[in-house]
């Protein structure tokens, strides 16, 4: 399935790449200037993306802590690189327009979170997470919590001062998403990550779907592995919807969102092919019957507890 979207979309390129050579003489300058301003663009979309992509999955770890029965990690917000964890193509415009590096540079924080409220400023250098070294941006999210909330010691470097810097976040889901630029319209679980490819990003229409996305995929993994396909489908969409109204947002797109996702990928609900789970009717009755008992309860003003089953 992705290797068919892939190619359609290598097609167009070429056609169109095609047709602008024809009239179009560029000089080595300015193909330079051209290239660099892509490579620029490219990692600011890309930037643009993670920071959504951390303020919804954020945003449903943390509402959905207590269906996550444990299995919890520190939630920061903190979006941080260092070069290397940096696909090549992004380098020299993430050190330049951003100077990162070797070490861990902090790009972004979730507003209102507490990393941001303790002062923690995009820019910063990252140079040890509580004590220890680190050149990867994924520890600051994977540490393994025994409590409701983690302490986190930061040693920092901004504008050539060294200084210590600590806040308390509190834990969500495990699991955090992280983006991979690939164009895939997919997201699936990777080790210690949930990977959310740069395609279902463009893919969904709204938080509201990309949410849905999200806690499909995080129930799955709550749920552990299931007998047969159709129920750890109807079971993932069960619990994935009330994990999205914990969070706040609207489960009312979901059964146009779950038809627009089989009608593009009408290949994958044979095939069963990739992660993004196209629905099937019995499914599609289901999730209709779910929303109904979350929004009764929503209206209701009852706690939006899933039923054990
Ligand atoms: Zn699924």
Same mark, same amino acid.
């Given at each position: ?136 941006? /994924?520890? #600051? ?5 025994? *409590?409701?909330? %983690?302490?986190? @010691?930061?040693? +920092?470097?901004?504008? !050539? ?15 955090? /998403?992280? #983006? ?5 319209? *997919?997201?699936? %679980?990777?080790? @210690?990550?949930? +990977?959310?490819?740069? !395609? ?17 995929? #995080? ?91």
């Amino acid at each position: 399935m992705h290797r068919f979207v892939a190619g359609a979309l290598a097609i167009s390129w070429m056609a169109a790449s095609a047709a602008v050579s024809n009239d179009l003489v560029l000089s080595e300058a300015e193909v330079t200037a051209q290239r660099e301003r892509l490579a620029r663009l490219g990692f600011e979309w890309m930037l643009e993306r993670q920071k959504r992509l951390i303020r919804v999955s954020s945003a449903i770890r943390l509402h959905g802590d207590a269906l996550c029965k444990g299995k919890l990690s520190p939630v920061t917000g903190i979006v941080a690189a260092t070069s290397a964890e940096l696909p090549e193509a992004y380098r020299e415009t993430a050190y330049r327009n951003h100077g990162v590096e070797d070490l861990l540079k902090v790009l972004w924080i979730l507003p209102d979170y507490p990393a941001a409220e303790s002062g923690l400023r995009a820019g910063d250098t990252i140079l040890e997470i509580d004590g220890r070294e680190t050149h990867a941006a /994924a520890y #600051l999210d994977q540490r393994n919590p025994t *409590d409701s909330k %983690t302490f986190t @010691a930061l040693k +920092l470097e901004r504008g !050539g001062e060294i200084f210590d810097l600590q806040f308390e976040s509190r834990n969500g889901c495990f699991r955090p /998403a992280v #983006l991979s630029v690939l164009d895939n319209v *997919d997201v699936h %679980t990777e080790g @210690a990550r949930m +990977l959310v490819y740069s !395609g279902m990003l463009r893919f969904v229409e709204s938080d509201d779907e990309l949410a849905i996305v999200l806690a499909h995929e #995080l129930a799955h993994e709550l749920l552990g592995q299931k007998l047969s396909v159709e129920s750890a489908e109807s079971e993932a969409d069960y619990l994935g919807l009330y994990l999205v109204a914990r969070a706040g947002y609207d489960v009312a797109v979901a059964p146009e969102f779950a038809r627009r996702l089989a009608a593009e990928f009408p290949l994958a609900l044979e095939e069963r092919a990739g992660h993004i789970h196209p629905i099937s009717t019995a499914r599609s009755i289901a999730l209709a019957d779910t929303l109904r008992e979350i929004q009764g309860k929503l209206e209701r003003g009852e706690p939006l507890e899933p039923r054990t089953r």
